[in-house]
């Protein structure tokens, strides 16, 4: 199995910036599609973003994203360092929430309603006025 452990949440003024990370021990993450969730207090969960296995991609894509919020935040991966990142920019006040890193060992590149198999414990993100 593998375990999922989300870093880089804090404060924020809204116009700002912020870089999540995701870092998997146990196995490798080269092999797992993986994704980005948020969840307000009040609010269902909300996908954000997703990126395939490595390798592979559909139509040319190897990402998913929330279309809200394609323009303002970017997944990404770095296989040597077991990390999944996402990058978020022009944060506004109603991206504050806990953030969930999880992962798919059965899927090539998921979309919004996909099932995970891993789930972290989030990290909160919290944009002021």
């Known amino acids: 199995q593998v375990q999922l452990v989300e870093s880089g949440g804090g404060l924020v003024q809204a116009g700002g910036s912020l870089l999540l990370s995701c870092a998997g021990t146990?196995?490798?993450?080269?092999?797992?599609?993986m994704g980005w969730f948020r969840q307000a207090p009040g609010k269902e969960r909300e996908f954000v973003a997703a990126i395939g296995w490595e390798g592979y991609s559909w139509k040319g894509y190897n990402t998913n994203y929330a279309a809200s919020l394609k323009a303002r935040f970017t997944i990404s991966r770095d296989s040597a360092k077991n990390m999944v990142y996402l990058q978020m920019s022009k944060l506004k006040p109603e991206d504050t929430a806990v953030y969930y890193c999880?992962?798919?060992?059965?899927?090539?590149?998921?979309?919004?309603?996909?099932?995970?198999?891993?789930w972290g414990q989030g990290t909160q993100v919290t944009v002021s006025s």
């Open positions: 146990g196995r490798t993450l080269s092999n797992f599609a």
């Open positions: 999880a992962a798919s060992t059965t899927l090539l590149l998921p979309g919004p309603t996909s099932k995970y198999d891993y």
